[in-house]
């Protein structure tokens, strides 16, 4: 698929009011539970999106891969909400709306 600039800031804007909610969830649960329920959220939020996100595919695995810590039961709950509260809020702290298709 192509990318073009629009679909670069269409992506920035719907995930800033879309999954940005999400992982702030995430930040903010103190119960791994609570998290893990938050987490969730964000494949389901992007799969009707994955068409014409010039990154989409690859965030909705990257979400999807994190909540599968808690789910696979290989990982410790307590390791697992750790790493899971980690990448929310490196998603957060990711730069936003440069135009560079590389960066969502």
Do not use: C
Not at 29 to 36: L, S, T
Not at 37 to 58: T, V
């Amino acid at each position: 698929m192509a990318e073009y600039p629009g679909d670069v800031g269409r992506q920035a804007q719907f995930l800033g009011e879309e999954v940005d909610p999400i992982a702030q969830q995430v930040v903010d649960a103190a119960d791994p539970w609570k998290a893990y329920e938050a987490a969730i959220e964000a494949p389901g939020a992007l799969i009707n999106e994955l068409d014409w996100m010039p990154r989409g595919g690859l965030i909705y695995v990257a979400w999807a891969e994190l909540a599968d810590l808690y789910d696979a039961g290989k990982v410790p709950i307590g390791e697992a909400h750790a790493a899971l509260r980690q990448a929310a809020s490196d998603w957060l702290d990711r730069p936003v709306g440069t135009g560079d298709a590389s960066t969502v």
